[in-house]
């Protein structure tokens, strides 16, 4: 696996897969998790098929090595990681995919190198970067689309709990159907291993105070001319489509692609919807 070294001097992992089409920009893809192996990503549905496929293992996640320093966790610290990834290949511009969580860090590298940034693609966001909230009627509006699931009695009453405030450690766990447009076997054991691949230290500094400047970033947002392309799941509680419709309105120059039934992870549910919607808008 290649490697390259940060600025604090931790070794970084890198995985690449797929060819380079024509003249086009590398696909740069940051993981969500918080702070999760990359290996969840895989090859985004098949979408190496039609592009470059560049996936980060962050620091202490996947086989990155583990800092000196726990406060180099911090999402806005993260961004020089990206940065030194960019020179490390060579390239003027990438195309730069964030999802869920990793769309935070994403957005912090725009806020912070928006002339590297040829197109932005943000699957499923995290809102933190921008603050942008969701209200919990949008997120039981998007659960309710599953009423007809058997499990859905449980899972719903749990996500009730959550968006009122009062979840639980096991009420977290129960509103996982509504994450996955299909919750069936293939999805639980993604849900398990998400567990697993999952650096805990690092999760909870990623958001600290600090991290995020909101105001700075959204004015850099709306500044931000070049293409942006938000894909959203129908079904998916956690960014529910009027949140990334939302997040889709920051910029001049976005588009909003919403996959019928789908969920926080689309390229699961329809990898050919995905990888043709991504590989379109990468051009």
């Not at 560049?54 to 961004?79: E, F, K, Q, W």
């Not at 859905?152 to 766990?173: K, M």
Request: charged share 20%.
């Amino acid at each position: 696996m290649p490697t390259f070294t940060a600025p604090d001097g931790t070794e970084l992992t890198y995985h690449v897969s797929g060819s380079l089409p024509g003249s086009g920009a590398p696909l740069l893809c940051l993981p969500g998790g918080p702070m999760q192996d990359s290996a969840y990503l895989g090859d985004l549905g098949g979408l190496a098929a039609h592009r470059q496929v560049i996936r980060l293992d962050l620091r202490g996640t996947g086989a990155s090595a583990v800092p000196d320093d726990p406060s180099s966790y911090r999402c806005d610290r993260l961004v020089e990681d990206v940065e030194a990834l960019r020179a490390h290949l060579g390239l003027d511009t990438v195309d730069l995919l964030g999802h869920s969580a990793g769309a935070n860090l994403a957005a912090l590298y725009v806020t912070r190198h928006a002339e590297r940034v040829r197109r932005l693609v943000l699957v499923t966001p995290g809102t933190a970067a921008v603050a942008l909230d969701t209200a919990p009627e949008e997120r039981l509006a998007a659960a309710r689309l599953r009423s007809a699931e058997p499990w859905f009695g449980p899972a719903y009453a749990a996500l009730e709990e959550v968006t009122a405030g009062r979840g639980t450690a096991e009420s977290f766990q129960a509103v996982a159907p509504f994450f996955h447009g299909s919750w069936d076997e293939a999805a639980r054991e993604r849900h398990a291993e998400s567990g697993r691949q999952r650096n805990g230290e690092a999760a909870g500094v990623y958001g600290s105070e600090g991290a995020f400047q909101p105001e700075a970033t959204r004015a850099v947002f709306a500044e931000f001319g070049r293409p942006v392309l938000v894909v959203a799941g129908e079904g998916d509680a956690n960014t529910p489509v009027p949140t990334a419709g939302a997040y889709a309105e920051l910029f001049p120059k976005a588009g909003l692609a919403v996959l019928d039934g789908g969920g926080h992870f689309p390229w699961h549910d329809d990898a050919k919807w995905f990888t043709e919607t991504v590989d379109a808008f990468l051009g």
